[in-house]
Protein backbone atom coordinates (compact mmCIF):
# COMPACT_ATOMS: atom_id res chain seq x y z
CA UNK A 1 0.00 0.00 0.00
CA UNK A 2 1.33 3.50 -1.23
CA UNK A 3 1.85 6.14 1.58
CA UNK A 4 2.56 9.50 1.21
CA UNK A 5 3.45 11.29 4.99
CA UNK A 6 4.36 15.13 4.23
CA UNK A 7 5.98 17.47 7.16
CA UNK A 8 7.71 20.70 7.13
CA UNK A 9 4.72 23.39 6.80
CA UNK A 10 4.31 26.11 9.49
CA UNK A 11 3.69 29.43 10.00
CA UNK A 12 6.13 32.31 8.27
CA UNK A 13 6.44 35.82 7.65
CA UNK A 14 6.14 36.72 4.14
CA UNK A 15 9.86 37.03 2.44
CA UNK A 16 10.56 33.98 4.84
CA UNK A 17 11.46 30.41 3.50
CA UNK A 18 10.33 26.61 4.07
CA UNK A 19 10.94 23.35 3.05
CA UNK A 20 8.67 20.94 2.86
CA UNK A 21 9.62 16.67 2.66
CA UNK A 22 7.55 13.49 1.63
CA UNK A 23 8.17 10.55 2.58
CA UNK A 24 7.31 7.82 0.16
CA UNK A 25 6.29 4.16 1.86
CA UNK A 26 5.50 1.11 -0.21
CA UNK A 27 5.95 3.07 -3.52
CA UNK A 28 8.77 2.35 -6.72
CA UNK A 29 9.36 5.53 -5.96
CA UNK A 30 12.63 5.58 -8.38
CA UNK A 31 10.37 4.55 -11.32
CA UNK A 32 7.61 7.33 -11.51
CA UNK A 33 7.62 11.01 -11.23
CA UNK A 34 5.84 12.59 -8.21
CA UNK A 35 4.25 16.29 -7.96
CA UNK A 36 3.42 19.14 -5.10
CA UNK A 37 -0.49 20.32 -5.49
CA UNK A 38 -1.71 23.04 -2.72
CA UNK A 39 -5.21 23.91 -2.24
CA UNK A 40 -6.22 27.43 -0.43
CA UNK A 41 -9.79 27.49 1.13
CA UNK A 42 -12.50 27.70 -1.21
CA UNK A 43 -10.39 26.96 -3.90
CA UNK A 44 -9.54 24.38 -6.49
CA UNK A 45 -6.03 22.39 -5.80
CA UNK A 46 -3.57 23.63 -7.92
CA UNK A 47 -0.37 22.06 -8.83
CA UNK A 48 3.32 23.52 -7.71
CA UNK A 49 5.87 21.53 -9.00
CA UNK A 50 6.33 17.95 -10.30
CA UNK A 51 9.28 15.77 -10.84
CA UNK A 52 10.76 12.74 -13.21
CA UNK A 53 12.61 9.93 -12.25
CA UNK A 54 15.17 10.94 -14.15
CA UNK A 55 15.43 14.48 -11.81
CA UNK A 56 13.73 16.55 -14.96
CA UNK A 57 11.48 19.32 -13.21
CA UNK A 58 8.15 21.29 -13.90
CA UNK A 59 6.83 24.54 -11.88
CA UNK A 60 3.61 26.24 -12.51
CA UNK A 61 4.15 29.59 -13.94
CA UNK A 62 3.63 31.38 -10.31
CA UNK A 63 6.31 29.93 -8.13
CA UNK A 64 9.28 29.82 -11.10
CA UNK A 65 12.18 31.05 -9.62
CA UNK A 66 10.58 30.69 -6.02
CA UNK A 67 10.21 27.36 -5.43
CA UNK A 68 12.46 24.35 -6.34
CA UNK A 69 11.33 20.46 -6.11
CA UNK A 70 14.23 17.87 -5.79
CA UNK A 71 14.29 14.26 -4.75
CA UNK A 72 16.55 11.45 -2.46
CA UNK A 73 15.65 8.09 -4.28
CA UNK A 74 18.10 6.60 -1.22
CA UNK A 75 15.74 7.75 0.95
CA UNK A 76 12.50 7.73 -0.77
CA UNK A 77 11.73 11.74 -0.23
CA UNK A 78 10.39 14.40 -1.87
CA UNK A 79 11.01 18.42 -1.11
CA UNK A 80 9.86 21.41 -1.88
CA UNK A 81 12.10 24.45 -0.97
CA UNK A 82 9.89 27.76 -0.74
CA UNK A 83 11.47 31.30 -1.09
CA UNK A 84 10.18 34.45 -1.04
CA UNK A 85 7.00 33.10 0.67
CA UNK A 86 3.98 35.54 -0.01
CA UNK A 87 0.45 36.24 1.71
CA UNK A 88 -0.93 34.22 -1.25
CA UNK A 89 1.08 31.16 -0.86
CA UNK A 90 -0.49 30.02 2.28
CA UNK A 91 -2.76 27.05 1.72
CA UNK A 92 -2.70 23.43 2.71
CA UNK A 93 0.41 21.85 0.73
CA UNK A 94 -0.25 18.23 -1.28
CA UNK A 95 2.55 15.11 -1.89
CA UNK A 96 1.51 13.18 -4.65
CA UNK A 97 2.70 10.41 -6.90
CA UNK A 98 1.60 8.73 -10.48
CA UNK A 99 2.31 5.44 -11.98
CA UNK A 100 3.32 6.84 -14.89
CA UNK A 101 6.38 7.24 -16.09
CA UNK A 102 8.22 10.02 -18.79
CA UNK A 103 8.12 13.69 -18.01
CA UNK A 104 6.50 15.50 -15.20
CA UNK A 105 2.91 16.65 -15.30
CA UNK A 106 1.40 18.92 -13.90
CA UNK A 107 -2.05 17.78 -14.70
CA UNK A 108 -3.75 16.64 -11.12
CA UNK A 109 -5.27 13.44 -12.92
CA UNK A 110 -2.23 11.74 -13.62
CA UNK A 111 -1.63 11.56 -9.84
CA UNK A 112 -2.62 8.24 -8.51
CA UNK A 113 -1.99 8.42 -4.49
CA UNK A 114 -1.92 11.54 -2.37
CA UNK A 115 -0.23 12.58 1.00
CA UNK A 116 -2.90 14.28 3.39
CA UNK A 117 -1.38 17.88 3.27
CA UNK A 118 0.81 20.22 5.29
CA UNK A 119 -0.58 23.56 5.98
CA UNK A 120 1.91 26.34 4.88
CA UNK A 121 0.46 29.85 6.53
CA UNK A 122 2.35 33.07 5.29
CA UNK A 123 1.73 36.89 7.30
CA UNK A 124 2.13 39.79 5.93
Known amino acids: QVQLVESGGGSVQAGGSLRLSCAAFGYAYSLYYMGWFRQAPGQEREAVAA???????RYADSMKGRFTVSQDNAKNILYLQMNSLKPEDTAMYYC??????????????????WGQGTQVTVSS
Open 51 to 57: IGSDGRT
Open 96 to 113: AASSRVGFPSLWIYEYNY
